[in-house]
């Protein structure tokens, strides 16, 4: 098998499709479906399997291994990677979307994938673009429903292989959604420059992320300005990109497409600070999180 799925994800689909065997006594992996439920399931993603003569299982396992040898194998099992992992498979037991997709990223991740949820959707993304820094902020935006933030995530990631230079834009209006819904919450109006510049010095002071604040410990007064400082360039570096490399401003004649790598790049660095925005601003409001399981 040479395509972008191993045939340990295979494996994982047949176990999360189906539910394992009928003679099986362990608990199923998501959600048990019968032969025609699992028709239809590939009915869904626009594919027509038949179980026929042979028992769920082995049928599932069979197709599979055919679709992944089909000149559109990558794309269709991408189709079923994300049908199987998406939320609204589960909605009478939310808990069986969290195991398949926990399942699913284990077999995915020797193969540099791994399927995030933004916004009540799964995307299928290259585990660079999903890693520390971009999980722990999507499980923040998602708690606190902070929406137009989630739109842009679920933008991003997506975009940063085929489409890096709109990745770059909404890694872009991700800091700037972040910032504008800090400041709504706060109960400030936005600033005349709403840039992400001029965005991300509105909410620097009333959180106490300014780089001339006076309170320092002086043994690390300098790191800190430095660090706080660095902030507000990293954010005008992914501005200035969009400007340069993203689609905010169209396209002319012969557009270069930039690498991917500077995409993902500019992702992460973007989650980074939006991250730390939020955190800061869940400590000024003394918020905590609910704890998982909890409602929000």
């Known amino acids: 098998m040479t395509g972008r ?11 999360t499709i189906t539910g394992g065997a009928g003679n099986d006594q362990s608990p199923p992996i998501g959600i048990y479906r019968s032969g025609p439920k699992i028709e239809k399931f590939f009915m869904d993603c626009g594919l027509d399997m038949r179980i026929g003569v042979k028992s769920r299982v082995p049928a599932t396992s069979d197709f599979l291994r055919e679709t992944s040898s089909h000149w559109e194998g990558d794309e269709r099992l991408e189709r079923i990677v994300l049908k199987v992992c998406d939320p609204r498979e589960y909605l009478a037991e939310p808990d069986k ?7 699913l990223n284990r077999a ?8 995030t949820v933004v916004g009540g959707k799964a995307h299928l993304t290259v585990r660079g673009a999903s890693g520390m820094i971009i999980q722990p902020f999507i499980t923040k935006i998602t708690v606190l429903n902070f929406d137009t933030v989630q739109a842009e995530i679920a933008r991003a990631l997506p975009n940063a292989k085929d489409d890096p230079e709109d990745a770059v834009t909404a890694a872009c209006s991700l800091v700037e959604a972040v910032c504008r819904s800090i400041l709504i ?12 510049d001029g ?30 400082g660095g902030l507000t360039s990293v954010a005008k ?9 993203g689609d905010a401003h169209g396209r002319e004649k012969g557009f270069k497409r ?19 925005l939020i955190e800061t601003w869940e400590r000024k409001e003394h ?6 399981g909890e409602p929000a």
């Open 5 to 15: 799925f191993s045939m340990y994800v295979i494996t994982a689909l047949v176990d």
């Open 97 to 103: 979307a969290a195991a398949v997709r926990e399942h």
């Open 108 to 115: 995915l991740e020797p193969d540099g994938l791994a399927v």
């Open 185 to 196: 919450e706060l109960g400030l109006p936005l600033p005349a420059k709403r840039d992400v």
């Open 199 to 228: 965005l991300l010095r509105a909410v620097q002071e009333p959180l106490g992320l300014s780089p001339g604040r006076s309170d320092l410990p002086a043994e690390v007064e300098a790191d800190i300005r430095q660090i706080l």
């Open 237 to 245: 570096g992914i501005g200035a990109l969009r400007t340069h490399a």
């Open 258 to 276: 930039i690498d991917p790598r500077i995409a993902h790049f500019a992702i992460n660095a973007a989650s980074s600070i939006a991250l730390f």
């Open 287 to 292: 918020r905590t999180l609910p704890q998982h």
